[in-house]
């Protein structure tokens, strides 16, 4: 319903080259795909994580 209509946001780490293996039947991973891809502004980001370089702040503080 939203298809054409409204913006989607979704974030994976994992690349769509391999949604055919994670979904497991093909025929819905391409209707996925061709929804989600067609017109998508993809965003790739590259490098260390983050979560790796923060220091973890007291909860109590």
């Known amino acids: 319903e939203r298809y ?13 080259a391999q949604w ?7 025929t819905y991973a391409d209707a996925i795909l061709d929804r989600l891809i067609h017109n998508a502004h993809r965003i790739e980001l590259s490098g260390e994580s983050l ?7 007291p909860k109590n503080a």
């Not at 055919?20 to 093909?26: L, T």
């Open 4 to 16: 054409g209509r409204r913006s989607t946001i979704i974030t994976s780490q994992i690349p769509p």
């Open 51 to 57: 979560r790796k370089t923060r220091k973890s702040s």
């Open 20 to 26: 055919h293996d994670v979904i497991g039947d093909p």
